[in-house]
């Protein structure tokens, strides 16, 4: 009688607005035959991908969480496992793409705002890890790549350096890098695979300069975009439609915008490295 292939499974977590890394990455996975598990703050943005990727030929489903606590982040991952059962389902891939953007000057941030950058970049990211990481132990190593899983975090610029208003975000983003590194290394000898994408975009710093005083922008370009990003100054970032309303002249820009499509295709990348060179940090600059 003939094996059973196992379907492979990603789970990605952090949607924003459905057109950012995080659906990008739902939708190269699944073009790609993965099933996909879409989870996400809110239901709508996770069931209108859903149907998306389901009416395009995919297997997708939504998991609608109510906040990115690890009693909520814990539980989604329970109603995963019981989706996607072995040996008709593999769950071996994982992406966190879930961030919090806090850009205020040093003595405007408060404690709140403090709380907020490292429950959702650290806290959730633990919570996260973990049922990711318990989930692959149970998998058995694969053939051709000679792993159980791959675990791959988004990071960004503060990620590796602080800026004038970045204190609150980078100290979240520089915790989840260091998260990801000790992650790397402990679980690599078990054959599951950590990586950490540094997600930039400076070449073209002057087409997206914002001046302090345009307050509307430099808001919507904070929550619009996670990650976004500061480089000397200036909110640069990830193309999305939101953003794109508001500097049309990007758009159509290919050496200005740093595309979701393109990152997600470097996350299927990683997660299709052999176990002889794996990547632990992958840096992705427009």
């Known amino acids: 009688m003939a094996s059973i292939t196992a379907r492979r499974v990603l789970v990605v977590a952090g949607l924003g607005a ?9 939708r190269v996975f699944s073009k ?16 209108n991908l859903a149907q998306e990727l389901n009416s395009a030929g995919g297997d997708a489903a939504p998991f609608p969480v109510e906040a990115y606590s690890p009693n909520d982040i ?40 403090i709380r907020t950058s490292l429950e959702l970049n650290v806290e959730a ?39 004038t208003t970045t204190s609150a975000f980078a100290a979240g983003k520089s915790g989840l890098r260091a998260l990801s590194q000790s992650l790397a290394k402990e679980f690599g000898k078990e054959n ?12 073209f710093s002057s087409l997206l300069t914002v001046v ?30 939101r953003l794109s309303s508001y500097r049309p002249e990007i758009a159509n820009n290919p050496d200005a915008r740093l595309s979701p499509n393109s990152i997600a295709e470097s996350y299927l990348y990683l ?16």
């Open 18 to 26: 459905g057109s950012g890394t995080g659906a990008s990455a739902a």
């Open 32 to 47: 790609a035959g993965y099933s996909v598990a879409l989870v996400a703050r809110g239901a709508d943005t996770v069931n």
């Open 192 to 203: 599951i695979h950590v990586a950490h994408v540094c997600i930039m975009n400076t070449s």
């Open 212 to 241: 302090s005083s345009d307050r509307r922008l430099l808001m919507v370009v904070c929550r619009a975009n996670s990650p976004s990003r500061f480089y000397t100054g200036h909110p640069l970032g990830i193309l999305t439609e």
């Open 125 to 163: 990211a633990f919570a996260f890890s973990r049922e990711a990481i318990l989930t692959f132990k149970e998998n058995k190593i694969s053939e051709d790549k000679g792993k159980r899983g791959t675990l791959i975090f988004t990071g960004a610029t503060a990620s590796l350096r602080g800026n």
């Open 271 to 286: 997660v299709n490295q052999d176990r002889s060179s794996w990547t632990w940090e992958l840096d992705r600059e427009s």
């Open 74 to 113: 814990r539980n989604v991952w329970m109603s995963i496992r019981a989706k996607y059962v072995a040996p008709t389902y593999s769950i071996d891939a994982a992406v966190f793409n879930i961030g919090q953007g806090v850009w205020k000057p040093f003595l405007e941030v408060t404690p709140e705002d």
